[in-house]
């Protein structure tokens, strides 16, 4: 609840102070959630463990559920079930278990048949679901997307994804503030992917570690909504928490007349509180990056990290112009995975594919100028002979938009595939893949190894260089296609009219449908203690930590990141085990299955413990429990490592795992002594990791909570329930303060709780 200014406060600050229901001296805080979007892939181990523990999700009409990582992009004219749609049988599993779970527990989704049907990260802002000063989380690292709207939102693993759904809240730690202010006027042909490659360019993947980042500056307050949430979008690529803007007229001429968004009185409400929602004069940023808008030109990625990045007029790095020994191994490794030779110009790096799309760049305004492109080189404009493009809309209203403007058109005759909404190629989570060497020029926010599939090399850029790297079939400067010549061309060519996207936003909106019988059932056997006891039998069930001695695995990487850890294929499971084959499998098996030489394929590693990684930002990019999933079926409970990306380290702490960090200089030491065989003794009791070589042990540090919890395995979900009455008080004062807070169709009737039994372990 807002309290009285004593301090200036940043807008991260303010929105913060407004969600925390309760806070402890350590400033562990448990915060409410008011929107939580749903998909397939990281929902139905939450869902399973809410029908173990006869859990209801307590506020169906704050969720909202879409199906989009899994799903075919090709034509759904014939159309009739899911079962016969998605043919890949995992794919199909995780798309019927959405359906059969949003029935049961009641929430609103938009399915295969619906208009609305996309990406989460598009449709959640288009609805006006997404809206300012709110807290939004999702399964999926790209939630920061939202925070464009000036929302603290962010991703969170599975197990969190079921304390949400159980409980609307959340325990957060506040994260430090972090201010990028971009200043200038822009560079003819940089758009808003350029700048975000630039800025993940100049603080790296770790930068924002530990930070919510807030964008401003003049350039920041010009962009358009879509470009804003591209930018925040990849806030999870430079290592934030979370990307937010604070919201201005931009944001609400956006917002304004959207189907969920606040109407009338109610509206005007809310804008005088939006309006407050920006960091006040003097308010104290722990980080502060500059940027001028005149040092960007238009941007690709060169390497297999978004920090990769070079201006398209740049060459591919030398190693040998690199003196520190980690670095110069970082771009060797990249180099020969991209297969590129050092010093070749950008523009001459041919490739075979191109895809516009992704929660990045899959807007209307992305779709508009890729097909700017299009048109400003001439009637003839063709994609380049043996390049193939894919088109693929962030949503069915936005690919709808597109075909009242006549976008399709553009990209059909110049031999653009013009696909349905979905994740499409952005991950090899569905049939749109890179075939193994294939070379893509990709909208899309990661360029991680096999992030398009497995062998496949991505480079990041605009949607406008991506259109001019399909018409020339290498990466191309966009300038290229712009200018006098190219203006003309845009007058005598097809005449685009701009549609108003409430056109298309015309679908009621109705309340979420009554859970089926089935889930009323189990909460209600809850309720009558039929159930399983939650904190002990549910499938989020965490197992004591208390020492862990055996062989520990050494790994020299730097920003390992999920998808190495779990390629997305292994994605799809239904359960939170069987992942021991996912575990860095690209690494360990070769295109025929067979086992390379990789350290988890050789004596006395198959059987570690611990994984000692001597080089920084561990578990970096996607939100992934499948990661710790995949690593403690592989029997490693425990990683040490220099730094770890937050959300990783998060997933390991739900999982019963423990993520220790240590010095650079002391990680490199314990990989030594792991690289002779030797076991390691991690002990939480006693904070230190002790070495069977007998030199001094390393004492470490780890957060009083996550400790107390590991240590007697105790349940969050089940602790968090026993603050019913706060968080009941919270939702209270949230309807009188925020009353379009209540979502959709939302009736204002109570909220049945189930009634965990209390152990003498549950002592928050
Ligand atoms: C599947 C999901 C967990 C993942 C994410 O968190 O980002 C995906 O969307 C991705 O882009 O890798
Ligand atoms: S990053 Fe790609 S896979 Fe992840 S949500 Fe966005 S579009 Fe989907």
Known sequence: MPAPVAQPKTLYDKIWDDHVIDIDENGQALIYIDRHLVHEVTSPQAFEGLRNAGRPVRRPDCTLATVDHNIPTTSRKNYTTTEKFV???????????LEENVKDFGLTYFGLTDRRQGIVHVIGPEE??????????CGDSHTSTHGAFGSLAFGIGTSEVEHVLAT????QRKAKNMRVTVEGTLNEGVTSKDVVLHIIGVIGTAGGTGCVIEFAGSVVRGFSMEARMSMCNMSIEGGARAGMIAPDEITFNYLRNRPLAPKGEVWDRAEAYWRTLKTDEGAKFDVEVNIHAEDIVPTVTWGTSPQDVVPITGKVPDPANYTDPSK?????RALKYMDLAPNTPMEEVKIDKVFIGSCTNSR??????AAKIIIAAGPEAHVAEGVYVMVVPGSGLVKQQAEAE???AVFKRAGFDWREAGCSMCLGMNEDQLKPGERCASTSNRNFEGRQGPGGRTHLLSPAMAAAAALTGHLTDVRRFLGADAEAKIASGPKLKLANPTEFLTDPVLPPPEPTKKAADAVSAAAAGDAPLPSTESSSKVEKFTVLKGIAAPLHVENIDTDMIAPARFLKVLK????KHALFANLRFDANGQPTDFVLNREPYTHAKILVCDKHNFGCGSSREHAPWALKDFGIMCVIAPSFADIFKNNTFQNGMLPVVLSEEQCAELAQEAEQGLELEVDLEKQEVRRASGKPAFPFQVDVFRRHRLLNGLDDIALTLQKAPQIEEFEARRSQLWP???????KGKKIPLSAPKLTNKMDW
């Open 406 to 408: 006549g976008l399709d």
């Open 364 to 369: 209307i305004e992305d779709l508009r100028s």
């Open 740 to 746: 379009w807070l209540d979502g959709f169709g939302y």
């Open 87 to 97: 043919a890949q049988p995992d794919s199909r599993a995780q798309c019927t278990t």
């Open 128 to 137: 006006g679901f997404t809206l300012p000063g709110i807290t939004c989380v």
């Open 328 to 332: 110069k191994a970082a771009i060797e």
């Open 576 to 579: 939170r085990t069987g992942l």
């Open 168 to 171: 609307q809240t959340l325990l």
